[in-house]
Every structure is written in structure tokens, then in C-alpha cells.
């Protein structure tokens, strides 16, 4: 292949390059025919750019497409989105949060319809959003919130809940959504569980495990929630969009650099291996020239990942290298190097060869990535250099304003060289570590498959993908099968689900060839021939490749049985991995090329903790950037700000989240609204209400319905629970329902009402549970144990089942479910039966305790173990803690072997244990709370708290029911399934018990761990909770848990996987669950599904079975051969040669063409290597090389070799530290010196080298003739092995023959002895000696008699001799077999012997355990003997309690007396109450009349400032306001007098008149106060300004005002006689006084 000119100028220059094939080979991101634009996803064509294009960075929610345009690379965004990568809203635009599906709660609804009842303290729920959080509680359980919902994928949702729990338990309660045009039948229903939390915490419904989402389509939607005890700020709708996040996707165009951003993902490059062709590396140059100059060659390694390189830098630098030729031929010179500069550079090369002389030229392109990179040397024209190589060269780089690093320079013959060698491929896609600085790794990833698709898997016989030359092959590849001379081919079936076309994928992995074409025969219905590239593939998924036949993709398949068959070419490898059978209208080019990176389980995983809520405060990065993306997927770009033009201060809003920047006590996104306790929007002021709310707009306060005027902050008679808004709730009590003697008041608090008995409900309205018929309650006629706490319809008396109870009793399961319980919530557990069968029953095992204290470690929360020893005596686990440091704060038990596996049938029992702590009890601190159990299987861990805990330095005794209810998620703390603990239960993986409890801890015990399971040796009660299922055929096991022999768990669908038939070929029907890697194969085969013969085995046609391959005979040290015809090729194990292995390699002895021979490795040290030794004796022989005649038989020649090798070895050796020295050398005499001392070394090595030449030749010769010998001794072994297999048909034949002979002997011999017994019977016949009276008739004994003679002398003339000789030869025969066997049994007698030894050794064990048990079984004995004691103590303690028990009821009815006397009191006082809210309304009226008199007072004083001469009438005022103060003293004393009267206090407390009456009279005072000095600076005016005529007529006007004054005082006098009578606590008053300044007073 040779370089056409490149054309100059243009952009892309340096882009592309044409071979003679007139192809333009482009760079590795550049396309196009001219290789002049950049491929999809890709910008910025640039020379110096190695890769030729950078990445867009397209955001994939914000950019329309990942594709980017023009030189900025500027990507195409959606609405309201901006910025080069489409990251940014607009102006006046946002991205809102995840949570932006928001529903306050405290806007919903009562079912009723009436507003909520939410509180707005932000002490009580710190940050509440919008007005406040509704409070759940028994008089508000239950809030009903309309939802708008909009889009989601697949239209399934999350419900997310902001929520406080200040308990300090778990509450459950439960959300039902439902649509509000349908809700019969189309109701979704889900437990929630709020933990508890003294913060605003969020729970998500429904949690991790096997539950469903919620199905909910556009459009208006319902949702109830009903819980106590609870505060709820606001109800999210999370779609499937979010909590899966399923198109994060996100491509990665970069490739890998050195370092770069933490987790940033990048893509991870490799090259072609240049292993196997010569290469020079730079830091082994001869010279090196800085500026004309001799200089010591500087060496580095940038990353710990870059091998140590040359540094060439500097304004001019010339390198020196000698190139080793292997064999004459042409060959291109290719560069590897790295850059840390971004510029395209060029270098002159120079190749020196005896001869000739050539020039070229380098590019060095810019390089700072991980991987290095290559390029070829180019002649003056431009073209591909090709120089003619005779014997080794030397390389001359020189390169001017140089700054780069060079690695090697290798040579590559033409007809091998590849521009696949000069381009990298993708290896996987990386990203860099956690920290600054670290360089990129690959992560893991899982190949797609269509869905469509057969998928024919390859087994990998269990290990990584590795090919020979593979340099570094990964960790996490794809496995498959390695094809390779001389397994060079694979056939795979599968069966296609209908007849039609399709497209045949090969999946594989080739990281060792350029690319090279792979046969592909394709069977489906008639034969068809295809073709695909086996191109180079170090990518660790593997890459994918149609097959083409003739000119198209589509395969004509018309059986449903399919047969594909891969050969690749001899000298390649390759890893097939899996063949992907796709539907032709189902194909997409997509699947062959994966180009983006999975983020979604990420995002799940590292984002999704807090429901999602994604803190824009605390968040990392990546969380921020993917919300932001998902969010504007969603929503198809930003949304508007539309800040409230008065509400906000600008607007402009937050660009995450959308926030408007609001006015002081304005609330919302969009400020709209002041927040609860204040009016006036936009300038919100407080209200000023004291408990009570006020109108927004107006600031008037608010009187909430069913409270007492005017003060409305206290509820009203038959009314309970008051709040500032909604006011109070009305008893409401039933009449009917109430006793009699009762009124119909209720409880202040929670309104509940007094119910007769049988009745209950908070109005007293309805029957209690087992009752019916509203009101006289009768009792139902159900069972208890199959109902629900309703027990019955409260109307019909119907009994209410369980979910699985039936029966008008509701005393029996319904179909698929079993055990009614009482305390099952459903009445009867459904049938698990992992999902396969719906039919089952309780199971008839007994309960057993499984008890084993061996194995148990004690394990800290960063998985370090704690010395453990085992304590025979208490049969205890036992850790000493005293040296554990005190920064341990937990610590668990792990359970050992025997506890795990499958457990299914430990459903419903019982796991105890006992532990103690030892300790100073006053040292000891209790930690916090962690779980006391956890259970582990299945990627599941459940947990369960302890209701008690543990005290110091006792004992405690744990228990816990294995079922469902009582167990959490770890991570969510969502209740676990019965199907989810079941599952978790069939592949136990661990059991953990809390064992660190208390600080200052010393030792730790644990001890009678035991776990119950279901046996049909239990001796417990029975198991009646686990269940026995009718299972297909392909299933076993109580629970359906296992597969049936033939049958493995496929690791797909819920649970563990259905059961699929083991693909063992018909070799093995056992096979793994998961993998269905089969078990044990037989017939000598092997792989993962015995798809293959076994090593040293071959496929033989003729007999279909594999055979052992014959190399040299029966007893293989092959690998493997191939057998065609007569011709066998092996394929030796190490330490055997020839064509069928049958004699030694060098450095091993044997004979292996003897049965039972071998080759061993020679025992003869050669620094390290194995030496030489006499290849049949192993005798150890002299390592130097001798001479021998031409005559002379070479027996020492593998010696001679190994001998040369070890000697060019030392050689080697030695010149590399010639070379280490001549790098440090510098110009002086003394470095002269060394060099000539060097030349004459390098001369008698040369003379040494020349004289081994004759040896070698005479040696090769002795070769040759060996060669022929040895290929004599094969033709003759083969033919002598061919008339061996002769003999054996031939001994086969005969056995078959002899085997025949026998039966017929045996059948004749039968023959014979009836014959005989005939004739006997004939013989008595004729002589009629038969006692039964049979005789021959007279008349036929001639006949008969002459016919025996002729039988007789017919058996005298058989000759039976041949036979008996046959039967003889049989016999011996079977004698030797008989003896063969005897022999064999006698052999392995002595193994019987020491297997029988082995088990009397176990009974023995199994009995001194029985000793230990029986006597544990007495140490129990005593212990019953004890309780037994303990329970007749208990018995007289319960008689005391009884005795007491009923001095309590005597002390109850006294009590209830007391009761009766204290409520005919409240009556009477609630009589009276009421005649003081009379006079409450009556006061209210006096105080509003009283407000209108002081303003008209008002106005007069304001016309008695007018005048200039006020004095007189200033001291009127004056003594007024004395009197006042006088008549407020009287009004206090008969305030006094009057609060010893209970009545009048109450009265009084009703009516806050003094109050009214004092700051009238501080109000009279301030308007005095003003009158004087109104007065005085009148006064002042009339003398400054002498006016007499004004003075005159304000003299007259304040005479007229002084009269009026005198009238109302009089009038003021009258209103105060009368408050004195009012005032009288002794009557009703019906009068009132009125004083112009205060109004009328009582």
C-alpha cells in the first residue's frame, strides 16, 4: 500500500490520508468522502487535533439533539433555553425542581367539604411551605386533595409527602387516588408508613420492593389520605420520568485524558499491539543531540499509566536508534509518542540500511490523552514511506522547536501494515476517580439487546475472554467462547418464532487483529453463506457486525430451527460472544454502536435518597445537572417566572426553581399572597387579633363559626376543638345513640360524645363492631377470626370478610390461600408459591428448632471482625471488647452457615436468641437506636426492631416472628411483603444480631440462637403457616422455591426466576441457577454447556461422542487434536513434542509412548530455567555444546540449544549494562578509554558468535535427519495404531460373537433338558406305568414308537462336539472375568475398610454428642423443676392481685357515684353559663353604643379647641376626669365585692367592661390634656394679636359651650348612679347609666 500526494490547503488537510486503493482513511471522529467534516455528534475540524473533531456536549434535556453545528460547536436548544450546551433558561425563565408537581395540603379539603384545619407555627413545623401544614388528629383524620395531573412515561407516578411525625413510633396510615369522574372500581390504595422525625422529613408511597406505582392518566384525580397523629405540608407527584429517569442517557464524545474532572466520564482508547514486529524503544537511543550537541537522554513517565519515554524538547533535537530487521522485505516506519503542548509538529526521519539511505517526515499531532499516540513516517511527496530493509537499520529523528515525548519507533512489513494500526478504538467508557487528579477507569456497563431479538449466548467455559495477544484484557469483559486454530468454528441453535427475514448480529470481541472477514453459514430451511468484519474490538462489551450475504442483510429463514455456524480464517482469533437472530422490520443500525452512557441507576442511586428532593444548597453537581436535565426533557424547555408585579421585588426569578424575590411576609413562588397572620397584600402587616386570624385585604379580625363574641377565641356550647380559621366543630351528638342521663355535650378536645353501651363513633351515631342495625345494636353472627374490625355491615348485619376469608361466616379461605389466623390481617395467607401455582395448603410438617453456636463472628459496621471464642460450657459465642477502640459504635453477630440458604420454611416460626453485655452498669451508656435483626437474600435487607431493649450486664432474651408484619426495609424503612420476606427466605445470605447496645461495653455473649423451620422430623407444633403448593413439573419444593432436576433459575422476572430447561446438550441435567452453566458433564465433555469435548478428547463423527484423542494412544497429553481421516494433528500439554506427543520437549524426561509413562520436568538447576537432562532417565548432562561426527547420533542437541539460548541470555544480560553505563558516561579520555575497551569485548563476542555458526549448521543437519526418523517412527506408529484399532474391532466382533454363542448354548442346553423330561414321560407312557392313567393308545405305539427311533438315531447322528468346544471356550471366558472382578473387589476392599472405619468414627462422635445432649437434657429437667417452683410463687401473687383487683372495682363504684353528683352540678352550672352569656350579648350592645358616644364627645372637644378662652372650661374637664376617676374606684370596689360570687366572676370574665371603662378614662384624660394646651396657645394668640372683637365673641361662645358643659356633666352624674346600681351582684339588672366620655356602662 503506498501514499498518493496529499493535497495542500483546506481545513482538513491533514484529516485524511489516500492509500492506493484511493480510499481517504480518515481520523477517528472525521467522515465524509474527503474526510472534511466532522461525524455526528462532533465539531471543530482541526489539523492539529489527533482524533480530527471535538465532542459536543449537547445537554440532553435542554439541546433538542446531541448534534452540535458550526466552529463553536453551538447545539440546538428548546424553548426558553440558552447558552452553548443548552444549560440555561432565558431571562425571566426557570427550571423548576423535581418536586415541581406540588398539592398543599393545607388548601385541600375535609371529605365533607369543609376547609382544613392547619396550624402555621413555625416552631411546631420549622420551613412550611405555603400557608402552613395541616394538623392530623382524631377530629381531622382525613384530608381529600384535587389533583391535576399531568404527563408521565407509561403514566405511573410515585406520591412523595412532606411530612413531621413527633411521636416517638412509626404511624401507618394510607392514601387512596382515585379519578374524580369514576371512583367505584378505579380506586388505588397503598399503606403508608411515617417513621418518626422530630424534622421535616419526606416518605415515598410506595417504597423500594415489589410494589406498583401509581397508574394515574392526564386529567383530574382525587386523593384521600387518612391519618392520625401526623403533621403534612405538602402532597408531590413524582413521575416515572424522575424516579427512574430513564433518558439519562448521556453520550460521551471526549476521549480520555491524562487526568481531568472528578467523575467526569470519558472514552477510553486503545490501540492495535505492535508486539509482534521490531521496535527501538527512544529510551534505549544510542545518541542524542540537543542543538548539534551531545547531551544525556532526560526520560519521564507522565502518569504511573504511560510507560518512561523520552523527553525530546528543545529548539532543535536529534535522536539516535537502532532498528533490528528480522528478515529482509519492505516495511513502514510508524512513531509512537505523547504531547503536552497543543500543536501539530513535524520531525525528519532518516532510516539508514546497508545500501541505502531514505528520508522522510513525521507529523506529531497534539497528544495529551491516556493513550499514546501514532503515526506514520511519509516520504517528500507526501506519500507513505515504504523503505527496502536488508539488515538491521539505523534511525536518525531530528525535529526543530521539539516538545514531545517519545515512546518507540517499530517497523511494519507492508503486506501486515493496516491503518487500523495507526487509528485507536474504543475501549469502554471511563471516568476519573473521586478525587483531583486521577487518571480514568473503566465503569461497568450491560449490553443492550433488542427486545424482539432470539439471542443465541455463547458459553465462555468460565473465564475472561483472553486471547494470547490481548495486552491488557479487562476484568469486567463479556464472556464467550475463544475460536482459534484449532477450534476455529461454532455452531449455535435456537428456534425463531415464526418464518420470515431476518438480521443476523454477531456479537464479539477481537482485540488482537486488524479487521479480517468471518465466514457465517446460516441453516434455516436451506443453506445460506454469510459474511461479516471481524474487526479490531478491545471495547469490553464487545462490538456487534451484521452479516452480509451477497449484497444484503436480510436472511430468508423458513423452519423455525435455526443453525449458525462461525468459522474464522486460520491465524486469527476472536471471542464470539452471542449471535442476535433480529426481525427484519425490527432491526435498527442503533444496536451495533453504543455511543451513551447509562445514568439513570446513578441518579436513582446517589439522588433519589430524600424522595428525590434535590437541596440546591447541599446537592452534588451530577444531581443538580440531571435534575435540571430531566426537568427541562419534561417540560420541553424553561417555564416563565410571571412574578406578581406587586408581590415581587423584581422580576426576574431564581433560574433553579423559580423563586421570586417577594416583599417581607409575602409568600409564594410568585409572591402573590401575605403568609398566614398578616394582611394588606402587597404590604403585609401584622394582624393584630391576638389568637385570631384576620381578613387579608381588609385586616379586620376574624370570628371563626361556633365561637362566643366578641373575643371568638372560645367555642361555643355543644361545639369542641376550636382553631383560629375554622372555628369549631359541632358535637352533634346522637340522641338516640347518648344515655339518657347524659346531655348532649361532648368532650372540649375531641368531641366525643357519651354512648349507651353497644354504640360507638365520636357522635355516638352508629354500632359497635360485631353489631348491627343502628339503634338497637344487634350482635353479628360471624367469626371473629375471618373478619374485619368491623365484624359486619353495620345495616344488614353481612358479615365483612378478610381479603382471603369466604363463607357467609366468613369462616373458610377463598381459593389460593390457606390457615385462617386471627391475627393475620387477610384472615388466611395467600399462596406465594413463587409466582408459579395459585393452589396450596398448610403444610402437615411440625416445627424444629435449628440450634448451632459454632461459626458465629462478631463483625463492626467497616466489616472488621472481633476475636470470637466459643464457650462449651454455656454453649455460648463470647467477645472481649476491651481492646476494641472507642470509636466502635456498632457491632453485629453473624450468623454462620448453617442458618442461611433456603429458609422458606422458617415462614411463621420463630428466630430467639439471648445476649448479654458485661460491663460497669453505671459506665454504660446506651447507644442509639439501630435494627436488632437483619436479614439479607436476594439484593433485599429487612430489618426489626426490638420493642425492649436490653439492660446492662442482664440477660435478654430476643424474639421475633418471622413474618412479614414485623419486619421494615433497610434502606426506605417500607413494610416488607409477604412475598418480598418469602423471596428473602430462599436465599438467606445473611443473619445479623445487634451485639453492641451500651458504651463501655467489655465482653459480649450470645448464646441459643435458634430458628424454626417446617420438618417432617419436627416433634414442635405444626407449621401451619407455611405453605405446601401443587407445583408444575418443572419446580420442587414446598414453596415452588427450586427447579426440578433438568432445570435451572433464569435470573429474569420477579423473585428468583422461573425455571428453564438446563442446554446440556443431553451431557448433564444438573446446570447452575442464574448462569445455567452446566454441572458435572459426561460423556468426556465440557464448557458451560457441555458444548464441547473435554480437554485431550476429540469430536468423532462416526460414532457421535468424543473420543480421546489418540496422541500418542489412550492416554492423552494433548489439549486437544484434529482428526481427519487417517491424519491426527495434536496439540501438546507443556513438556511433550512431536506430531502425537509422543516423546518429551526439552528440559523434561519419560517416555510417554509406554502406558502409564510420562514426561517430568528435569531436576537439573540452569539459573532458574530447567536444564538439560537425559530425555528418558532424567539423568542431569553437561550443558556445553560437543562436537560430534557426521556418523554420531545428536542426541545432546536439545542440550546445545539450550545452552546457546542461556549463553545469548547472559549475553543480554551484559549488554545491557554496557548500555546503562554508556548513558552515564560523559565526552572526556577516560570515556574513550571505556569505549575501546568495549569495541574489543564486542569483537570476542563477535569471534565468540562466529565460531558457535559451524556447531549450529552441523547440528541443524543432525536436525534434519532426526526430522526424518521421527516422521519414519510416526508413519510406522500410525500404521501399527491402525492395525491396532483393527484388532480391537476385531476382539470386539468376537465378544459380540462369543456373547451370542453363549445364549445360544443356554437356549439349546433347554432345549435339550425338555427333550429329555419328553421322553421320560413318553417312556412311562408306553409302558403304562403313569399312576394317572394316561397311556398310548394301542393302536398308534408302532407309529409312535418307530417315530422315536428315527429321532434317536437323528440325535446319535448330531455332532454336538463344535458346540460343547464353544460353550467350553465360554466358560474360561467368564472364569477370567470372574476372577478380573474378584481381583478388583479384592483392591478396593481396603478403601470399603477405611470408609466403614471412617463412619464407626462418626457414630462414635454422633454418640458422645447424644451423652452431652441427654445431659443438657437433665440440666433442663432441672430448670422446668425450677419453673415450676417460680409459676406456684406467681399463682399466689395473682390471687393478691385479685384480691386487690377487687377493692378497685368497689373504689370504682364509689367513684361512679361521685360522678353522677359532680355532673348534676355541671348541669346547674351550665344554667347559669347560660344566663351569662345573655348578659355577655347584652354588654357587647352598651359597648358598641358607648364607642358611637365618645366619638361625638370627641368632636365637642375638638369645637372647644377652637376657642381662644378655654380655662374655665379646661378646669370643668379637669374635675370631670376626677370624678371619673372616682366613679372607676367605686366601679373596681364593686368589682371586688362581687368576685367572691362564682357567678359574677363569671359573669365578669364574660364581659371585659372594666377594661372598656379604663381606657375611656385614659382616653379622657389624653383629650384634657390636649384642651390645655389648645387653650393655652389661644390665650397666647389673643394677647399677641390684641384682638378684642374675636375675644368678645369667643367670650360669648365659650359661655354657650360652658352651659352645654354643665348639662353634660349633669347627665355624666345620672350615668354614674345608675352603674351603681347595675353593678348590684343581688339582682338582675335591667338599667344603665350613660356617661358621654365612656358610653353606657353595666
Avoid at 989 to 1016: M, P
Amino acid at each position: 500500500m503506498f501514499r498518493m500526494p496529499m493535497p495542500h490547503g483546506g481545513n482538513h488537510e491533514r484529516n485524511w490520508r489516500v492509500w492506493a486503493d484511493g480510499d481517504c482513511h480518515c481520523k477517528s471522529h472525521v467522515g465524509g468522502d474527503s474526510c472534511d467534516t466532522c461525524e455526528d455528534g462532533y465539531f471543530a475540524l482541526e489539523k492539529s487535533n489527533y482524533f480530527g473533531c471535538q465532542g459536543c456536549r449537547c445537554d440532553i434535556g435542554g439541546a433538542v439533539t446531541p448534534v452540535c453545528s458550526g466552529p463553536s460547536g453551538v447545539c440546538q436548544c428548546r424553548e426558553h433555553v440558552v447558552g452553548k450546551a443548552c444549560q440555561r433558561p432565558e431571562n425571566n425563565y426557570y427550571f423548576p425542581d423535581l418536586h415541581h408537581m406540588r398539592y398543599e395540603i393545607e388548601d385541600s379539603t375535609t371529605p365533607s367539604g369543609r376547609a382544613l384545619r392547619f396550624g402555621f407555627d413555625p416552631l411546631e413545623f420549622p420551613e412550611f411551605s405555603w400557608r402552613g401544614y395541616a394538623q392530623m388528629t382524631p377530629v381531622q383524620n382525613e384530608v381529600r386533595i384535587m389533583l391535576n395531573v399531568g404527563k408521565s412515561s407509561l403514566s405511573l407516578f410515585h406520591v412523595v409527602l412532606r411530612y413531621m411525625n413527633p411521636g416517638t413510633e412509626a404511624v401507618s396510615g394510607r392514601i387512596t387516588i382515585y379519578p374524580s369522574w369514576a371512583k367505584a372500581g378505579a380506586a388505588q390504595s397503598k399503606e403508608i408508613i411515617f417513621q418518626p422525625s422530630k424534622e421535616p422529613a419526606f416518605v415515598t408511597v410506595p417504597g423500594n420492593g415489589f410494589a406498583d406505582p401509581f397508574s394515574i392518566v392526564p386529567g383530574t384525580w382525587i386523593a384521600c389520605i387518612k391519618v392520625e397523629g401526623v403533621l403534612l405540608d405538602y402532597l408531590v407527584l413524582l413521575p416515572r420520568d424522575y424516579y427512574e429517569a430513564p433518558s439519562l442517557q448521556l453520550p460521551v464524545t471526549e476521549p480520555c485524558a491524562d487526568v481531568g474532572h472528578p467523575q467526569e466520564n470519558c472514552l477510553l482508547y486503545q490501540h492495535l499491539p505492535v508486539t509482534q514486529f521490531p521496535c527501538a524503544l527512544a529510551c534505549e537511543a544510542r545518541h542524542f543531540l540537543l542543538d548539534g550537541e551531545p547531551r544525556p537522554l532526560a526520560v519521564r513517565q507522565p502518569t504511573p499509566a504511560h510507560p518512561v519515554m523520552a523527553d525530546l524538547s528543545g529548539r532543535e533535537v536529534e535522536l539516535h536508534l537502532r532498528l533490528r530487521v528480522p528478515r529482509v522485505g519492505r516495511y513502514v516506519v510508524m512513531v509512537e509518542y505523547a504531547t503536552e503542548a497543543d500543536q501539530l509538529s513535524e520531525a525528519a526521519v532518516h532510516v539508514q540500511s546497508p545500501g541505502a539511505e531514505l528520508a522522510g517526515r513525521v507529523d506529531i499531532y497534539s497528544c495529551k490523552y491516556c493513550v499514546l499516540c501514532r503515526s506514520a513516517v511519509t516520504d517528500g511527496k507526501g506519500r507513505l514511506a515504504v523503505y527496502e530493509l536488508l539488515a538491521d537499520a539505523d534511525v536518525r529523528l531530528r525535529a526543530r522547536m521539539a516538545q514531545f515525548l517519545l515512546h518507540q519507533v517499530c517497523i511494519i512489513p507492508t503486506e501486515e501494515f493496516s491503518t487500523e494500526y495507526l487509528r485507536p478504538h474504543v475501549k469502554c467508557i471511563a471516568s476519573y476517580g473521586r478525587f483531583v487528579n486521577q487518571s480514568a477507569s473503566c465503569v461497568s456497563l450491560v449490553p443492550e439487546t433488542p427486545p424482539t431479538a432470539l439471542i443465541l449466548d455463547v458459553p465462555s467455559g468460565g473465564s475472561s475472554p483472553r486471547l494470547p495477544e490481548d495486552p491488557s484484557p479487562p476484568a469486567d469483559a463479556v464472556l464467550g467462547v475463544t475460536l482459534k486454530a484449532p477450534q476455529n468454528q461454532v455452531t449455535l441453535q435456537g428456534l425463531v418464532p415464526c418464518p420470515g427475514r431476518y438480521v443476523i448480529v454477531v456479537h464479539f470481541y477481537q482485540p488482537a487483529h486488524p479487521t479480517f472477514p468471518a465466514q457465517v453459514s446460516v441453516d434455516g430451511g436451506r443453506l445460506q453463506a454469510g459474511v461479516f468484519r471481524a474487526s479490531f474490538c478491545p471495547h469490553v462489551l464487545g462490538c456487534r457486525d451484521q452479516v452480509i450475504t451477497g449484497d444484503q442483510v436480510e436472511f430468508d429463514i423458513s423452519e423455525p430451527e435455526v443453525a449458525l455456524t462461525v468459522t474464522i480464517p486460520e491465524g486469527k482469533s476472536l471471542v464470539l460472544v452471542r449471535i442476535l437472530v433480529v426481525p427484519a422490520e425490527n432491526y435498527d443500525y442503533q444496536i451495533l454502536h453504543r455511543k451513551s452512557l447509562d445514568k439513570s441507576l446513578e441518579f436513582v442511586t446517589n439522588c433519589g435518597g430524600d424522595s428525590f428532593y434535590i437541596d440546591p444548597q447541599r446537592a452534588s453537581e451530577f444531581c443538580k445537572n440531571s435534575a435540571r436535565s430531566l426537568v427541562a426533557l419534561y417540560h420541553e424547555g424553561a417555564l416563565p417566572c410571571e412574578c406578581h408585579p406587586a408581590g415581587a421585588i423584581g422580576h426576574p426569578c431564581s433560574p433553579e426553581g423559580g423563586q421570586c424575590p417577594c416583599r417581607p411576609h409575602v409568600i409564594g413562588r410568585q409572591c402573590t399572597r401575605c403568609q398566614t397572620g398578616f394582611y394588606g397584600f402587597p404590604h403585609c402587616k401584622p394582624c393584630n387579633c391576638g389568637r385570631r386570624l384576620c381578613e387579608e385585604t381588609t385586616g379586620r379580625c376574624l370570628c371563626p363559626p361556633r365561637t362566643v363574641r366578641p373575643q371568638c377565641d372560645m367555642c361555643e356550647v355543644h361545639s369542641f376543638s376550636f382553631h383560629p380559621l375554622a372555628g369549631c366543630e359541632g358535637c352533634n351528638c346522637s340522641r338516640m345513640g347518648t344515655n339518657r342521663a347524659a346531655t348532649l355535650e361532648c368532650d372540649r378536645d375531641h368531641g366525643q360524645c357519651r354512648c349507651k353501651p353497644r354504640i360507638t363513633g365520636r357522635q355516638c351515631d352508629r354500632c359497635a363492631p360485631g353489631f348491627y342495625r343502628f339503634p338497637e345494636c344487634l350482635p353479628c353472627h360471624c367469626s371473629r377470626d375471618g373478619t374485619k374490625p368491623g365484624v359486619c355491615d353495620p345495616g344488614t348485619g353481612v358479615c365483612l370478610c378478610k381479603e382471603n376469608v369466604q363463607g357467609t361466616e366468613c369462616n373458610m379461605c377463598r381459593e389460593g390461600s390457606f390457615y385462617l389466623d386471627p391475627a393475620n390481617p387477610k384472615g388466611c395467607t395467600s399462596c406465594f408459591c413463587f409466582g408459579v401455582s395459585h393452589h396450596c395448603h398448610s403444610t402437615h410438617k411440625r416445627r424444629a428448632k435449628l440450634v448451632d453456636m459454632m461459626g458465629w463472628r462478631l463483625q463492626t459496621t467497616d466489616g472488621l471482625d472481633t476475636p470470637v471464642s466459643f464457650n462449651p460450657g454455656s454453649s455460648s459465642a463470647v467477645a472481649d471488647l476491651q481492646e476494641l477502640p472507642a470509636t466502635v459504635r456498632s457491632a453485629s453477630w453473624v450468623a454462620p452457615p448453617s442458618y442461611l440458604g433456603d429458609k422458606v420454611s422458617s415462614y411463621g416460626g420463630y428466630l430467639t436468641y439471648q445476649i448479654k453485655s458485661f460491663g460497669l452498669p453505671a459506665d454504660m451508656v446506651p447507644l442509639e437506636r439501630k435494627p436488632d435483626v437483619q436479614l439479607i437474600g436476594q439484593h433485599m435487607s429487612v430489618i426489626y426492631h426490638e420493642p425492649n431493649h436490653p439492660r446492662p450486664d442482664r440477660l435478654h432474651h430476643g424474639r421475633v416472628q418471622m413474618v412479614e408484619g414485623n419486619f421494615r426495609h433497610a434502606s426506605s424503612h417500607a413494610p416488607v411483603s409477604r412475598e418480598e420476606l418469602m423471596t428473602v427466605l430462599s436465599r438467606l445470605q445473611g443473619v445479623h444480631l445487634r451485639g453492641l447496645y451500651f458504651t463501655e461495653t467489655q465482653r459480649l455473649t450470645l448464646s441459643g440462637v435458634g430458628l424454626e423451620e417446617a420438618s417432617d422430623t419436627g416433634s414442635g407444633r405444626r407449621a401451619q403457616s407455611v405453605e405446601m403448593c401443587a407445583c408444575p413439573p418443572d419446580y420442587t419444593g414446598d414453596s415452588c422455591q427450586g427447579c426440578s432436576p433438568g432445570y435451572y433459575h433464569e435470573n429474569k422476572g420477579l423473585y428468583t426466576g422461573r425455571c428453564v430447561p438446563c442446554n446440556c446438550n443431553g451431557h448433564s441435567n444438573r446446570c447452575q441457577d442464574g448462569s445455567g452453566v452446566c454441572i458435572n458433564c459426561q460423556h468426556n465433555t465440557a464448557g458451560e454447556h457441555c458444548e464441547r469435548c473435554k480437554e485431550g478428547y476429540y469430536w468423532n463423527t462416526v460414532h457421535g461422542s468424543c473420543r480421546v484423542c489418540p496422541c500418542p494412544h489412550s492416554d492423552s497429553f494433548a489439549t486437544g487434536c484434529v482428526v481427519t481421516g487417517e491424519n491426527v494433528k495434536c496439540f501438546c500439554k507443556p513438556g511433550y513434542t512431536g506430531t502425537r506427543c509422543e516423546r518429551c520437549a526439552p528440559g523434561y524426561f519419560g517416555n510417554p509412548q509406554k502406558f502409564g509413562g510420562s514426561c517430568q520436568p528435569c531436576n537439573c538447576n540452569s539459573n532458574g530455567q530447567l536444564g538439560s537432562c537425559d530425555p528418558l532417565n532424567g539423568d542431569c548432562i553437561s550443558q556445553e555444546p560437543k562436537d560430534s561426527g557426521p556418523g554420531e547420533e545428536c542426541d545432546d542437541c536439545d542440550s546445545c540449544v539450550m545452552t546457546l539460548l542461556n549463553d545469548l541470555a547472559t549475553m543480554d544480560d551484559e549488554l545491557r549494562l554496557v548500555k546503562s553505563q554508556l548513558q552515564g558516561l560523559s565526552v572526556s579520555a577516560g570515556t574513550l578509554e571505556q569505549i575501546r575497551r568495549l569495541e574489543a569485548q564486542t569483537k570476542d563476542l563477535r569471534n565468540q558468535l562466529l565460531s558457535y555458526r559451524p556447531t549450529i549448521s552441523n547440528h541443524k543437519s543432525k536436525m534434519d535427519g532426526l526430522e526424518k526418523e521421527l516422521s519414519n517412527l510416526n508413519r510406522e506408529f500410525e500404521t501399527l495404531q491402525e492395525k491396532v484399532q483393527i484388532n480391537s474391532r476385531k476382539a470386539q466382533t468376537l465378544y459380540n460373537n462369543i456373547d451370542q454363542t453363549t445364549r445360544s448354548a443356554k437356549e439349546l442346553d433347554s432345549k435339550i433338558k425338555n427333550v429329555i423330561r419328553n421322553v421320560h414321560i413318553l417312556v412311562k407312557q408306553i409302558s403304562g406305568t403313569e399312576g394317572d392313567g394316561n397311556r398310548v393308545p394301542s393302536g398308534d405305539f408302532s407309529r409312535e414308537l418307530a417315530e422315536a427311533g428315527r429321532m434317536m438315531r437323528e440325535l446319535r447322528t448330531r455332532n454336538f462336539g463344535k458346540d460343547l468346544r464353544d460353550a467350553e471356550a465360554e466358560r474360561r471366558e467368564v472364569q477370567q472375568l470372574l476372577n478380573r472382578i474378584r481381583s478388583w473387589l479384592e483392591n478396593h476392599q481396603v478403601e470399603n475398610n477405611g470408609l466403614a472405619k471412617n463412619i464407626r468414627n462418626a457414630l462414635n462422635d454422633y454418640e458422645a454428642k447424644l451423652s452431652g445432649l441427654h445431659a443438657a437434657l437433665q440440666e433442663a429437667s432441672a430448670q422446668a423443676k425450677q419453673a415450676t417452683g417460680l409459676n406456684r410463687e406467681n399463682e399466689r401473687a395473682l390471687e393478691s392481685i385479685k384480691r386487690q383487683v377487687k377493692e378497685m372495682n368497689s373504689l370504682q363504684s364509689d367513684f361512679t357515684k361521685r360522678l353522677a353528683t359532680a355532673d348534676s352540678s355541671l348541669m346547674q352550672t351550665n344554667i347559669v353559663l347560660q344566663l351569662m352569656k345573655k348578659s355577655h350579648e347584652e354588654y357587647e350592645k352598651l359597648a358598641v353604643t358607648l364607642n358611637e358616644v365618645r366619638h361625638e364627645l370627641s368632636d365637642k372637644v375638638r369645637e372647644l379647641s377652637r376657642s381662644a378662652s378655654r380655662a374655665s372650661l379646661v378646669e370643668e374637664a379637669e374635675r370631670h376626669s376626677q370624678s371619673l376617676q372616682e366613679l372607676a374606684k367605686q366601679l373596681e370596689e364593686i368589682k371586688r365585692n362581687a368576685s367572691g360570687d362564682e357567678l359574677v366572676r363569671c359573669a365578669v370574665d364574660a364581659a371585659t367592661a372594666y377594661e372598656n371603662i379604663l381606657n375611656a378614662i385614659k382616653a379622657a384624660e389624653d383629650a384634657a390634656d390636649k384642651a390645655t394646651t389648645a387653650s393655652d396657645a389661644a390665650l397666647q394668640t389673643v394677647i399677641k394679636e390684641d384682638l378684642p372683637r374675636k375675644a368678645k365673641t369667643l367670650s360669648s361662645n365659650s359661655d354657650k359651650l360652658l352651659n352645654e358643659a354643665k348639662i353634660t356633666q349633669q347627665k355624666l352624674q345620672q350615668a354614674g348612679a345608675s352603674g351603681k346600681e347595675s353593678a348590684c351582684p343581688c339582682r338582675r339588672c335591667k338599667r344603665y347609666r350613660f356617661d358621654p366620655w365612656i358610653g353606657k356602662i353595666p
